[in-house]
């Protein structure tokens, strides 16, 4: 789930790694993870195979009710797709938009660097909830960015773009673009300039160059910022609950009404659980598919 | 027109010319005003001390670096502005600059898979005999030691058979031994396929032990050029003569400039230096001598050799170092002259205090301009 897991892919034989007292740096971590995630796990493991037809006020029954996973799953099959799909191109759009910006900053800015690099943490100085209510302003009917569409006739007259997929996408990019920028400026920046050098004496157009040098070695940025959008975001529920319609929710919004409102916590349990494990699936399946090879 | 033109092109040799080559980093000169031609299949070597230009005047050659003024040509083909990867020149890099995410093999097959080569993996694996390094294709450049990654950075450029290679002090990081192993291999090597070394090494004894042409570098000018023994025998510069190898520079005046020897008052005695090695004819002027070429005698013997005669020095030091014994004379005038007699057996040897007449023939030394610093070039540690 965190970064690391894209390093930890290929730690075998690296020099200078001897037993010792490491392990106890771990401890503290370990502790903290244990308590504040792999109890609350358990419990939630428990809690999602309560019997359902218990109710807060009652209290539930431990039955083992495995059926609650096939059932939810059926109920809910059109918010995990998407879930996935906003969460998808929210990830491939941050990399479209992330990619040239962090190779800029990386290479081309010079000594406006460190500025650029504040800008693109700048947003984390206000909340998040704001920030994306204030995407309502901006997306809104008479708002400006829907004017300014509706006068070029990219929209209808009577077209908008709050309470629509647009609006919650394009919520959701804004929010995760620093989550891809960072780790892939990070990367890049590591990218030692002299072999880009070396690549071009060795027959490489800039963009082969690119190709064959700076894009492998700027892969371990790019798994991790993928895995840092595409995680969060596919179980967000802010963006579709604030710029979007109940047509527009996704997983994250049905748990949170499942928890808060219905209180039906064996059904929230169950997609918060299901949600997990698909997830993981599908980030072990990327980390094999994206080359341990490619990882330097 | 055209045609002749091509013809010429084909005909003329591949020589590398650098033509008034300069280059400025803002207001510092990294390179001054360069001329130098560099003939098809030389092994020429770009010799000279830290910071002296040495890896710009290279990468300006490579294309990495625009020259500020000049040009950069190859035969009759002006290659300044060419873009790097459309240059047939190749590079190995002062820091190896190996693609870490790529193995030994693709790291030395990286120019012919741009370049769309058919039999690649051939060519590659004879690459990889050549530089000894077959069993090495599958690792990564990290898991090479330091000598094994400078082997696979000359095997990444040689493999191209490029018009000229371009070697930025590939052996700087070896051990003594290997070092000497790969001077002979590269040496070899460049025989064999005949093509164009420029090598950049501060190590004056590489420089003259692989080199056909050395050109001395300094603060961003050529100080001179020649073949080694030339640039040994018979240096134009106190810079020169103390960065190859060491020399006694001793403060003389001319007296006659006119014949064929010319006559310098040394400290009052008199000696010679052939026309040829005297570069400088009026005033005051440096008299060099190698320490190996004076031959040092009992004060007043016979066997004092005929030609340059200094008289009146006393031993004030002896070191046995094997094959020679170096001394350090000190004259009437207080200076401190070394003296290096090989150990044939032949030659009398002689211990502190000894009283000494030193002679050498006018053609082993030279006479240099006076304006110049007489320790320029020189390696304190060596002195002595
Ligand atoms: N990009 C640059 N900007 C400013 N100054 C530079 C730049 N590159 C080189 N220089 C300066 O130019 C001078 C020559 O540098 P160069 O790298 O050519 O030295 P060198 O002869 O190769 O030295 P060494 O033997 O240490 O490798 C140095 O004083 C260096 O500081
Ligand atoms: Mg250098």
């Not at chain 2, 004819?281 to 060099?288: R, T």
Request: glycine content about 8%.
């Amino acid at each position: 789930m965190n970064p690391s897991a894209t390093e930890a892919v290929n730690v075998t034989d690296k020099p200078g790694q001897r037993r010792g007292k490491g392990w106890l740096l771990l401890v503290p971590g370990m502790l903290w993870l244990l308590m504040f995630f792999l109890f609350p796990t358990v419990q939630l493991f428990f809690t999602s195979l309560y019997d359902p037809s218990g109710s807060f006020e009652q209290g539930y029954a431990m039955t083992w009710h495995f059926q609650n996973y096939a059932d939810a799953i059926k109920e809910t099959s059109d918010l995990f797709v998407r879930s996935f799909l906003y969460a998808g191109i929210t990830t491939l759009v941050c990399l479209l938009l992330a990619y040239p910006l962090a190779y800029a900053i990386a290479f081309k800015s010079g000594r406006w660097k460190n500025v650029m690099l504040v800008l693109v943490i700048a947003p984390f100085f206000t909340s998040f909830l704001l920030r994306t209510l204030s995407w309502q302003a901006i997306l809104a009917d008479q708002g400006p960015v829907t004017g300014f569409l509706r006068a070029l006739a990219i929209l209808p007259d009577d077209g908008r773009l709050l309470a629509t997929p647009i609006a919650v996408v394009a919520g959701l990019i804004y929010n995760f673009l620093p989550f891809m920028t960072l780790p892939l400026y990070a990367s890049l920046d590591k990218v030692d300039h002299r072999l880009i050098e070396a690549a071009g004496d060795l027959y490489s157009s800039p963009f082969t160059g690119f190709r064959k040098v700076t894009l492998p070695l700027s892969m371990p940025g790019l798994v991790s910022g993928t895995l840092l959008t595409f995680i969060p975001a596919s179980g967000d529920y802010i963006n579709a609950e604030l710029l979007g319609t109940p047509r527009e929710y996704m997983l994250g919004n049905r748990i949170q009404s499942a928890f808060l409102v219905e209180q039906n916590y064996p059904l929230a349990a169950t997609l918060s659980l299901s949600l997990m494990l698909l997830v993981v699936v599908m980030v072990i399946l990327y980390i094999r598919r994206s080359g341990t090879e490619e990882l330097v | 027109m055209a045609q002749s033109d091509g013809e010429q092109r084909s005909g003329a040799p591949r020589d590398l010319h650098l033509t008034e080559v300069s280059k400025r980093f803002g207001d510092f000169v990294a390179v001054d005003d360069l001329t130098l031609t560099v003939p098809e299949g030389a092994f020429f070597a770009l010799l000279g001390p830290s910071g002296c230009g040495k890896t710009t005047t290279l990468r300006m050659v490579a294309g990495l670096e625009d020259p500020t003024a000049g040009t950069v040509s190859i035969g009759a083909e002006d290659i300044t502005g060419l873009k790097p990867y459309k240059r047939p020149v190749n590079t190995v890099f002062q820091s190896y600059a190996l693609f870490p995410h790529l193995t030994i093999f693709e790291n030395i097959a990286f120019g012919l898979r741009r370049r769309g080569v058919k039999d690649v993996k051939r060519q590659t694996d004879d690459m990889l005999r050549l530089v000894q390094l077959e069993q090495y294709g599958g690792r990564k450049p990290a898991q090479l030691s330091g000598g094994q990654q400078q082997r696979v950075a000359l095997g990444r450029a040689l493999i191209n058979e490029p018009g000229v290679l371009l070697l930025d002090e590939p052996l700087g990081a070896l051990d003594l031994k290997l070092r000497r192993q790969m001077q002979l291999e590269l040496k070899r090597i460049q025989t064999e396929i005949g093509i164009t070394f420029v090598h950049v090494t501060h190590d004056q004894e590489e420089a003259m032990t692989m080199a056909d042409t050395i050109a001395v570098m300094n603060s961003g000018v050529i100080e001179q050029m020649g073949a080694p023994t030339e640039l040994y025998e018979n240096p134009r510069t106190t810079f020169v003569a103390n960065f190859l190898g060491q020399s006694n520079l001793v403060s003389t005046d001319v007296v006659d400039s006119s014949g064929s020897t010319v006559i310098v008052d040394c400290h009052g005695q008199k000696v010679g230096v052939d026309e040829s090695r005297s570069h400088t004819d009026q005033g005051k002027g440096w008299l060099g001598i190698r320490p190996e070429k004076i031959f040092a005698s009992q004060r007043d013997s016979e066997d004092l050799e005929d030609g340059n005669q200094l008289t009146g020095g006393v031993v004030s030091d002896v070191s046995f170092v094997g094959v020679s014994t170096q001394y350090l004379v000190r004259m009437p005038w207080g200076q401190e002259l070394m003296v290096f007699e090989q150990n044939t057996g032949q030659r009398q040897s002689f211990k502190s205090g000894d009283e000494v007449d030193l002679a050498w023939s006018p053609q082993h030394s030279f006479l240099l301009d006076a304006d110049q610093d007489a320790a320029a070039g020189a390696v304190r540690e060596d002195v002595g």
